[in-house]
């Protein structure tokens, strides 16, 4: 059994594009597809990554996608064994070393994937899509409640945030507050950059970050998670009188879940088992009326 979180966001439209609508654009990919394999690759700046279409969806369903990050042949890995040292593995000129994720996207507005320690980000599908079909969508993460607690103590009292965030080719083409964080003396060059804001350490107790900017970097946390590979923002609890720390990419709305392997690629989950998980954790959500109470918007309102 494979250990997996199905980790939950909410898809929206971009402002100023067409309406995204998730069956439509499947089915349209999936007959490129079906009339030239290569449409499903897409490769820039080195980065490689493979889009199938399990189902499209249609009506209550959800559009199914598998993801795959695939590795070009200057990154392959190689083997090793204790006797022979290091070598090649085979592989034909059209075949890559990939990892994978799978996606369902509901109509209502809801997402999920299956999250393991070397997935593809959801990321990577909203890049595929503008990429290579002109299509645009916004995946935004989904907070649960003990985050929402500790951002209400903490409102007003931000001492840090530590940023991580990727190259601006995988961002919307609308930034935001991203273009204000960029630093100028870095340029478009650098596929990442790592930025600490704060008091310090040994800073006066009672400064906090101003209220402007941590509002903004809310917003970047809300509305630009595409870009981020890593956000912790640490404040002083009201509750508490502590600093406490949430950690926006990991303190998400998700279901730890133990999925079969496949026979033929052990460390690969079944896909009707993922997509099975996924369906049933999203339905339960919807019973138990979560998602109303872990939205984006809401995290911004609660915060």
Not at 191 to 198: E, I, Q
Request: glycine fraction near 6%.
């Amino acid at each position: 059994m494979l250990k997996r979180k199905l980790v939950f966001y909410r898809w929206t439209s971009v402002v100023g594009r067409d309406a995204f609508d998730p069956p439509a654009v499947a089915q349209r990919l999936a007959q490129e597809i079906a009339a030239d394999n290569s449409y499903q690759l897409v490769e820039k700046d080195g980065v490689i990554t493979a889009v199938e279409v399990v189902e499209p969806g249609g009506g209550r369903d959800p559009a199914k996608f598998r993801v795959l990050a695939l590795r070009s042949q200057e990154d392959r890995p190689f083997k090793w064994d204790p006797v022979g040292s290091i070598g090649p593995i085979s592989l034909l000129a059209n075949e890559y070393p990939a990892d994978a994720t799978h996606i369902a996207i509901w109509p209502d507005g809801y997402c999920a994937h299956d999250m393991g320690r070397y997935s593809p980000r959801v990321s990577r599908l909203a890049f595929f899509l503008r990429q290579k079909m002109r299509e645009y969508v916004q995946f935004d993460p989904l907070y649960d409640e003990e985050a929402f607690r500790k951002l209400k103590d903490m409102e007003g009292q931000f001492r840090s945030f530590d940023l991580a965030m990727t190259k601006p080719e995988y961002a919307s083409q609308d930034r935001g507050t991203f273009g204000n964080l960029w630093p100028a003396v870095v340029g478009e060059e650098l596929p990442s950059v790592r930025v600490s804001l704060g008091m310090g350490r040994y800073g006066p107790k009672d400064r906090y970050i101003d209220q402007h900017l941590e509002e903004e970097l809310l917003e970047l946390a809300a509305r630009a998670s595409d870009l981020l590979t890593g956000m912790v923002v640490r404040g002083r609890s009201r509750r508490t009188n502590r600093v406490e720390e949430v950690n926006l990419l990991t303190d998400r709305l998700n279901v730890e879940v133990e999925l079969p392997q496949r026979a033929d690629i052990p460390s690969a989950p079944r896909v009707e088992s993922v997509f099975f998980e996924l369906e049933q954790a999203y339905k339960d959500y919807k019973l138990r009326g979560v998602f109303e109470t872990t939205s984006t918007a809401e995290l911004m309102r609660k915060a």
